[in-house]
T-cell receptor, first 113, second 110 residues
Framework: DGGITQSPKYLFRKEGQNVTLSCEQN?????MYWYRQDPGQGLRLIYY???????QKGDIAEGYSVSREKKESFPLTVTSAQKNPTAFYLC????????????FGPGTRLTVL | KQEVTQIPAALSVPEGENLVLNCSFT??????LQWFRQDPGKGLTSLLL?????REQTSGRLNASLDKSSGRSTLYIAASQPGDSATYLC?????????FGTGTRLLVSP
């Protein structure tokens, strides 16, 4: 089955730690995205990548980093510089053509202890 | 900067009712408008995508319309069922990026 997987489903982080969230897709999509969702707010774009080895900052990139070494993988690292990282993180992908449909993974809930 | 607003924020209806969810956007220069469903603690499921050149799309009991000139889209749900209970989000697509509304939380009571 084609789709997007995210792991882990739940993640707990201590203050000062970096953690990496995994996102993998087998849809052969060029573009991949990371969003953050907080209660009562819409999804906010963290980073996106339109092609391997290239990525751009979204609206709230501070305290986050990404890599895109393979077409199917787009991991997100939440660094200790992110002051309020507790949130629900969603990964998405799109074929890359303007106007294409965007598909989402099941999400990772990150909690800072 | 694109801004997307969804009204109402929450809606509670009895089973069987037809209902309309509203989405408005400030910049009409969009590629498409996408509607999603989100269940608690889950990812987003794409429901309908309306290209900028289209006026509406239908899937089963769902019908979405798009009026770019007025910056509005509506999602019509016919004969609502308890299984329709979820949060519905709309997103306006610019070049490679989506801007989301905050969603409408729908509760359909048996």
């Amino acid at each position: 089955d084609g789709g997007i997987t995210q792991s882990p489903k739940y993640l707990f982080r201590k203050e000062g730690q970096n953690v990496t969230l995994s996102c993998e897709q087998n849809l052969n999509h060029d573009a991949m995205y990371w969003y953050r969702q907080d209660p009562g707010q819409g999804l906010r774009l963290i980073y996106y990548s339109q092609i391997v080895n290239d990525f751009q900052k979204g609206d709230i990139a501070e305290g986050y980093s990404v890599s895109r070494e393979k077409k199917e993988s787009f991991p997100l690292t939440v660094t200790s510089a992110q002051k309020n990282p507790t949130a629900f993180y969603l990964c998405a992908s799109m074929a890359g053509l303007a106007g294409s449909e965007q598909f989402f993974g099941p999400g990772t809930r990150l909690t800072v202890l | 900067k694109q801004e997307v607003t969804q009204i109402p924020a929450a809606l509670s209806v009895p089973e069987g009712e037809n209902l309309v969810l509203n989405c408005s956007f400030t910049d009409s220069a969009i590629y498409n408008l996408q509607w999603f469903r989100q269940d608690p603690g889950k990812g987003l499921t794409s429901l309908l995508l309306i290209q900028s050149s289209q006026r509406e799309q239908t899937s089963g009991r769902l019908n979405a319309s798009l009026d770019k000139s007025s910056g509005r889209s509506t999602l019509y749900i016919a004969a609502s069922q308890p299984g329709d209970s979820a949060t519905y989000l709309c997103a306006a697509t610019g070049f490679q990026k989506l801007v989301f509304g905050t969603g409408t939380r729908l509760l359909v009571s048996p």
